[in-house]
């Protein structure tokens, strides 16, 4: 008895090791409450495990999912855990504070079982992803502003790269006489393709010629030519094209390039 004791310590100490070397934060819990607090999550948290341990449900105020719907209580990831005895994967949770400022977390949870079919506890696991979270959300949110912005202009625009196109505003389908669903969507390929474009006099530009293939082999920006462009079935129309290559910071070849039409 007394090795099979000796053993099971060591074997706790090892694993005990191994958790309070993780950077995340760790809970377990037994139905009684909490048993243990990793270091990584009592820094996470600002506190220590007596605190911690006499407030029942640290993580449990104002809690919000990714956009900002409240999680009912038996929703959230260690009751789930719990009342269905299966693994919570990790999701992105928000805990609002009174004075209302959010941090957001990576939780999952998963139960464990001594004996029975019933879980004995939960463990939780967590990261603090509030300041990714905050640039995540200003990003989708300029995006959304720019998407604005391009969607009300009455230049057509059209964003291409070597496979085709990626994005287009109404203008450049009204412009273009294509139907925006087929130059914003699956189709939209096909929908450039059949384009004819002519120079002025009606020779056919070739299609290594055009602005917006020059702009991505060449990297250098094309400005105001004009261009015959029919599109099939339709009459031809007189436009002014500009086609401006895109590229990453560290990279000297364009990756896609805005091409606009008046």
């Not at 005990?16 to 139905?31: D, F, N, P, Q």
């Not at 390929?189 to 020779?203: N, P, Q």
């Not at 290594?208 to 031809?236: D, H, M």
């Amino acid at each position: 008895l007394k090795e099979v004791t000796e053993a099971l310590r060591r074997s706790e100490s090892r694993y005990r090791a191994v958790v309070e070397a993780l950077s995340e934060g760790i809970l377990i819990y037994s139905l009684d409450g909490l048993q243990y607090a990793s270091p990584g999550a009592l820094e996470a948290l600002g506190t220590n495990f007596e605190e911690l341990r006499a407030d029942r449900r640290p993580l449990d105020r104002g809690v919000v999912d990714e956009h900002g719907v409240p999680i009912p209580r038996r929703d959230r990831p260690a009751m789930r855990a719990l009342r269905t005895g299966r693994p919570v994967p990790r999701q992105t949770i928000g805990f609002t504070s009174r004075e209302g400022s959010t941090r957001w977390f990576l939780i999952s949870a998963n139960p464990w079982f001594t004996s029975g079919p019933d879980p004995s506890g939960v463990v939780v696991s967590f990261v603090e992803i509030t300041a990714r979270k905050q640039a995540e959300d200003a990003l989708a949110e300029r995006e959304a502003q720019y998407r604005a912005v391009i969607e009300a202009l009455d230049e057509g625009l059209v964003i291409l790269d070597q496979r085709g196109v990626i994005a287009a505003n109404p203008s450049a389908a009204r412009i273009l006489g294509i139907p925006f669903e087929r130059l914003d969507g699956p189709s939209a390929i096909s929908a450039m393709v059949e384009l004819d474009v002519r120079h002025l006099d009606g020779r056919e530009v070739p299609r290594e010629q055009l602005a917006a293939t020059r702009a991505l082999r060449g990297g250098v920006p094309v400005f105001r030519e004009e261009r015959l462009i029919r599109p099939p079935g339709g009459e031809p129309r007189r436009l002014l094209v500009n086609a401006v290559p895109l590229f990453h910071d560290d990279d000297p070849t364009p990756y896609a390039c805005v091409v606009s039409l008046t």
